[in-house]
């Protein structure tokens, strides 16, 4: 049997890299009661004042000023502690990645988990669309509430207004279409990287709230006691954000306006404690703001969120979130994970059983609160108030579609994704980044988006030539396993040579939206045998062009390819030295060529250079065009001769 080798292709990006930071503001800030800008105390009037205080900042007026302090004075006594649950991403039925095994084991325990109220956890989704099952985030609408968070993940702090219009419009409306939710509260951006593109976008949809930014008391108060830390309520955008909260991944300067009427609701970070002192987990950690380590130490893991809750709660009870990816509850090969389940059963069990005025209550329904009570709302008038409410028992996944019944509808590749509403949209146009989708039937949606928001019109002559690219820099060969015949890499006449492909996209700046890859090798000294990109072979061109022989494909944002994340794309194999007459090692994996573009945008050309609408300009078309050199992209401009 003849020894397969097997090498891996790491396409690196070219890519800036930008000087990170956490983002603050340009704008004042100070609480109600404080001193004015032209140094009088806030007594009478201070509406012409640039900080944020009592007089210019009216609750009536949706606007309310960020504070460590509980809302309209409460006493500490009567305030109610607030704890969120929440998850980012698809909300997918059918796979281990099910968030429908994790609410169920949490909201359906065995004694029941309730809070004062007599209310089990209420989830707040933040949802992708892609690849979600929207008869399941009715569910969630119904026992909890929703907030968008993008279509492909592939945003971050440098994006575009636009780029920002095509993911969340994309992801809003499909949400409403497809789950038939009349409300959708909230928002997160991806990686908790924000921008104003970003806060325009939530305001050009009418969200309520925004949760994507954090605070970590330890950290802006070191050396102070616990005992006192305070975090923040909720608060609005008027004036902008407080300089210690964090836009958590995003450069700083990149939120330069305030938003009125819109609210931020910041995570509040876990701090990780030693002996019951808060202090370095490890040399650079000290914290974590989602899917916490539960398990390096579940027990001290266990005494460290006592800690965190019991701070808070006899400090100032501002509302204290839960944070998580579904994957959080699986271990590294995707099967779930009951240890996670029983800690933080466990957890929650305590929180209610040992403190009195806790209530499970979702974003929006806090807001609600804060613009409802006064100074002299009473605890048990808190408990009162119909927004707490339990949600209706009666409600599963099979029946919260609001008009019309939950149906199966079928993807391209074969696989189920569950929709509300009798029609499916056309298998052909599934529901991704491209909006224009329409129902099998031919009728077209009923949340239609404006086009301008979008990377391109419906129809017509399109190609790559109309977006900026990233050229790639360098393509890298490593030999997996097995040896050439003298150990270099050189291999036997006609024999079978197989490579995997993969794309590695390193960049700290950049999602990557499409990209065309281009390959060629010399034809006397290889030809392509066989290959299987599944999920491109719909796009991959084969080629014999002259002395070389080659293929082309192109990678869409079905996906999206995110930042610092390698992705298989396939396998190729090629028959090598089939023309040689002797054992001489005439081909090389050095002989292949390579070129790649990458772009932040989508793709909806043909790489097909004979199609009406091909691809055109790219690194591997043979033509050595302006911008391209022989380092990043030598397929053009330093091919190597037959």
Known sequence: MKKILSFSFFFLLFFIFVQRGIAETSFNFTAAGATCCDGTMCTNNCNNCTLCNQYNCLISNNCFCPSQGIPHNIPLQEAPQFVFFTFDDAVIENTTYSSLWIINALTNSNPPILDTVGCTLKPTFYVMNLDSDFSLIAYYEKI??????????????????????????????????????????????????????????????????????????????????????????????????????????????????????????????????????????????????????????????????????????????????????????????????????????????????????????????????????????????????????????????????????????????????????NICPNVATKPNINWVWEYSDGSARTYLNNPAYFDTPYGGSINNTNYPNFTGTQVSFFLVNGSSNNGVNGFLAKSIACFEVDFNNPSNSYGVNGFVLTMNWCTKDAQLWTWNFPEYNNNLYAFTNGSYSGFRLIGNNQTGYMRNQPYFLGDLCLEVNANSSSKLNVFNVNNINFGIDTYREVLFCDVNPNHPNACKVFCGDGVCEKGETRSNCPIDCAAKSC
């Not at 994309?170 to 990686?191: F, H, M």
């Not at 325009?200 to 970590?216: A, E, K, N, P, W």
């Not at 400090?315 to 090969?333: I, K, M, Q, V, W």
């Not at 108030?385 to 391209?412: A, I």
Request: glycine fraction near 6%; hydrophobic fraction near 30%.
């Open 144 to 421: 909890g509430t929703l907030g968008v968070h993008s279509t492909t993940h592939t945003t971050d702090y440098m994006s575009i207004t636009k780029k920002w219009q095509n993911e969340l419009i994309t992801d809003w409306a499909d949400i409403k279409e497809l789950a038939q939710v009349n409300n959708i509260y909230g928002s997160r951006c991806p990686y908790l990287e924000c921008n104003d593109g970003y806060y325009q976008t939530l305001q050009q949809l009418g969200i309520v709230f925004d949760s994507s930014s954090s605070y970590y008391p330890i950290n802006n108060n070191p050396g102070a006691s616990p005992s006192v830390q305070r975090n923040w309520w909720p608060f609005t955008l008027d004036f902008g954000f407080p300089n210690d909260i964090n836009m958590e991944y995003s450069a700083a300067g990149v939120i330069t306006q305030p938003y009125p009427g819109l609210w931020e609701v910041p995570m509040t970070g876990y701090q990780y404690t030693t002996n019951g002192v808060f202090s370095n987990k490890s040399t650079s950690v000290v914290y974590d703001i989602m899917d916490y380590d539960i398990f390096t130490n579940s027990t001290q893991a266990m005494i460290d969120f006592k800690l965190n809750f019991n701070y808070n709660y006899n400090a100032n009870r501002a509302p204290l979130g839960y944070y998580f990816h579904t994957s959080a509850f699986l271990d590294e090969n995707g099967n779930e994970l009951p240890s996670a389940i029983t800690f933080y059963q466990q957890f929650f069990e305590w929180v209610v059983s040992t403190h009195t005025n806790v209530i499970f209550a979702t974003e929006d329904k806090v807001i609600d609160w804060i613009k409802n009570s006064t100074s002299t709302t009473t605890f048990a008038q808190t408990q009162s108030m119909s927004m707490f409410n339990c949600p209706n028992p009666s409600y599963n996944e099979y029946n919260s579609c609001n008009n019309g019944p939950r149906t199966l509808c079928y993807k391209d590749d074969g696989t189920t994704y569950s929709i509300c509403g």
